[in-house]
């Protein structure tokens, strides 16, 4: 009977399913009613929102759950369109007065939930979204003013982080150009209070770690240069007009295109100098310490798009901008323009290289050392890596040769019959004829085998300790013959890994290996940096005999080169990738345990369950045994890199005042500025790692007796937790 109902009923399923879908439909088409408000239209947005208000309303008694949902999600996710939103829901407030109470209890619900799961840049948009909400007579004044009381008066509590304090003052300022006024006009007295609690909290605030976040050493901001007029720099508009540019950023940062279509339309655009605000917001977020919000590319590409659409004016623009920033360079953060080159050098090479450099030949008179020369030079090496050598040494004025980026050939020094009496001469022409014959890692260590030893007078342990000589003849002679290509160099270190991992066994070995690697590369850095990462990777070298290199005297004529700080960067990376792949395998065979321990639980009928649980457990326990043993000794030799990199550092630095102090030299020269920054940046670009170590760090390293200037930057580190 009940299947014969069925079978009758079956003919009337699609329009059963059609009514089930029904809802979902209208829920999807107001979520893209809502959305996409405010965007371009023939109709004025007045009249869109009276009609969408008109929409929602009818919708509500069905469905004001979804309704409320979307409406605070945006609030949350698209502030750039703050007011079209609040303008709406002071529309359906007008119309239906208890759905104005149920949205701001959501929102205040929002709020909250937000801050619990440290979503502290969405919070801040809610608590403005709040605040817009009294121009539309949605809040009441005095509960606004009462809501910033209550975040006003965490500045008064006792052992709070400042950083506390800093957002709950953060999110009651920057929400007064939105609500300011209608306050200040309704309650006056409540407000000069408020204003008054927030002077003296600002007053007292520490500021150690504020110089480890500065893009300019110089104190005063840098006046406004020509072209239109923009609003001032610490004025309200100012303020507002490059919030909401950000917050578009943030909304479609993965869509270029969008993106850029998007700032370009930003509303009023002919009543401001948009092209001007929006290449400033852009390098104002590529040049945030300790990172910019997103991907340094996405930077070069939005910039590319928006040159795309404003052909006429926004190069220009840019050009202008470029020019200024050159300008300051003497006091702009080392970390900052780093990421000035990177992407001034991608931007040009999108545009063939084309760029006035006569313009810039000021630097060419300066010291090589200053930030001018050094900055071209940086851009013009890394153009080449975008291109090719004889092209850029095309594009630059002759003039500029001290600056172009030498011809990135290898370096072999048994080549030529003049060296024939260079110790080893004689080996490496044998390597040479052995390795174009395919010969076998043993028929290499036979020709190694009789390479003098100059650091003793006979060479014990089978011809195989440490042996300079036997490293040199051998990583030069191979470099030599794979210099073709980055390809045939990888081929060669997977093709002789095990003689490198016999001749670099010890620490002096590993050293020595990366010193030839120096001498062989040294005027191509992408190729050094290239095979550095790969001998990290197959093991020939560590990550800590990298880092003593870098420190090295050798090296000390390249130590404010870029490429370097790019390989120390990449080591010290690949060594915290490291620590967090093992750590993850290890909590991965922790929950299989677990999920084997809550099955047997479940299921404990089976008399032999002991002995086969045992048999079960025993491989996945050993598991866990081994890995948290490679966790402490991968952590061991993490916290070991970090103590071998500040410690050289300390070493330097420390040289360098005492050489300055006893001279009457004065200690403030560009290698110093770019030594002291490069440390500032260890610490901001590794903070989450180096965290862990503080306490060693301080005992250790940074203690009272150091330098006031070296441990002024430990100070402001620790100060950036406080």
């Known amino acids: 009977m009940s299947r014969r109902r069925h079978s009758d009923d079956s003919d009337g399923q699609p329009h059963k399913r059609r009514r089930t879908s029904e809802p979902s439909e209208i829920e999807e088409r107001l979520e893209s009613l809502i959305c996409r408000v405010g965007e371009k239209s023939n109709s004025s947005l007045e009249s869109n929102l009276e009609g969408l208000a008109g929409v ?64 502290y840049n969405q919070a801040v948009h809610l608590v403005r979204f709040l605040s817009d909400l009294v121009n539309c007579h949605v809040i009441a004044a005095p509960s606004m003013v009462a809501m910033f009381e209550n975040f006003v008066s965490v500045t008064q509590e006792e052992d709070v982080p400042q950083v506390r304090c800093d957002w709950y003052i953060f999110a009651f300022l920057s929400s007064l150009p939105w609500v300011g006024k209608e306050l200040y006009e309704k309650k006056d007295a409540e407000m000069d209070r408020l204003l008054s609690q927030t002077e003296s909290y600002l007053k007292r605030r520490l500021k150690t770690h504020v110089p480890m976040l500065q893009v300019w050493t110089a104190d005063k901001p840098h006046p406004q240069e020509e072209g239109p007029v923009m609003p001032g720099s610490h004025s309200v508009e100012r303020f507002v007009i490059e919030e909401n540019l950000h917050c578009i950023i943030k909304s479609h940062w993965k869509e270029r295109k969008t993106c850029a279509a998007q700032l370009l339309s ?67 953060n080392t970390t900052c323009v780093d990421r000035f080159i990177n992407w001034f050098s991608h931007h040009l090479s999108n545009f063939q290289f084309r760029w006035s450099w006569e313009d810039w030949s000021d630097c060419l008179t300066q010291d090589l050392e200053k930030p001018k020369p050094k900055f071209v030079r940086e851009v013009l090496e890394k153009c080449m890596r975008l291109s090719y050598h004889q092209r850029i040494i095309d594009l630059v004025p002759a003039s500029f040769s001290v600056l172009s980026p030498a011809n990135p050939v290898c370096m072999y020094k048994y080549a030529d019959e003049s060296n024939r009496s260079l110790p080893g001469y004689t080996v490496a022409l044998c390597l040479t004829i052995a390795i174009k014959n395919k010969a076998s890692n043993d028929e290499i260590f036979g020709i190694l085998k009789d390479v003098p030893n100059p650091n003793q007078e006979d060479d014990d342990d089978e011809g195989f300790s440490f042996n300079p000589l036997k490293i040199e003849v051998f990583v030069q002679t191979l470099l030599h013959l794979a210099a073709k290509s980055f390809s045939h160099s990888f081929s060669a270190l997977a093709k002789f890994h095990e003689v490198f991992k016999t001749l ?32 990290i990777r197959t093991q020939i070298v560590d990550c800590a005999a990298v880092a003593n290199w870098i420190f090295s005297s050798e090296l000390a004529h390249d130590f404010t080169r870029f490429y370097v700080w790019e390989i120390l960067h990449s080591t010290i990376r690949k060594m915290n990738k490291h620590v967090l792949k093992i750590h993850k395998e290890l909590e991965d065979t922790k929950a299989r345990l677990a999920r084997q321990h809550k099955r047997r639980d479940s299921d404990d009928d089976d008399d032999d369950d002991d002995r086969s649980t045992d048999r079960e457990d025993g491989p996945l326990e050993e598991q866990i045994e081994r890995l948290q043993e490679k966790v402490e000794s991968a952590q061991s030799e993490q916290k070991n890199l970090f103590l071998v990199i500040f410690q050289r550092f300390i070493m330097l630095l420390t040289e360098h005042l005492v050489r300055c102090e006893t001279g ?36 250790l390293l940074f203690t009272a007796e150091l330098d006031h200037h070296i441990l002024a930057v430990f100070q402001q580190f620790c100060a950036l937790q406080a």
């Open 56 to 119: 929602l309303e009818a919708d509500l008694p069905n469905y004001k759950s979804k309704i409320l949902r979307i409406l605070c999600t945006v609030a949350r996710l698209l502030p750039e369109k703050l007011t079209v939103y609040t303008t709406l829901v002071g529309l359906l407030n007008a119309r239906n007065y208890n759905f104005g109470g149920e949205f701001v209890e959501a929102m205040i619900r929002q709020l909250k939930e937000c801050l619990k799961v440290n979503m």
């Open 266 to 332: 930003y509303p009023g655009n002919n009543k401001i100098p948009l092209n001007y605000h929006i290449v400033e917001v852009i390098f104002a977020e590529l040049f945030q310490l300790p990172s910019p919000p997103h991907i340094e590319v996405m930077y070069t590409t939005l910039l590319i798009e928006l040159c795309k659409l404003q052909p006429g004016s926004l190069p220009q623009v840019l050009a202008q901008a470029t020019e200024m920033l050159y300008m300051r360079l003497d006091t702009m």
């Open 504 to 535: 670099a066994e010890s620490d002096e070995g590993k050293l020595h290996v990366l010193r030839v690697v120096y001498e062989v590369w040294k005027n191509h850095p992408q190729m050094i940096a290239v095979l550095v990462d790969k001998m």
């Open 664 to 699: 009457g030299i004065d200690v403030f020269t560009p290698w110093y500025k770019s030594c002291i920054e490069r440390l500032q940046q260890i610490f901001l670009q590794h903070h989450q790692i180096i965290q862990q170590y503080m306490v060693t760090l301080e005992n």
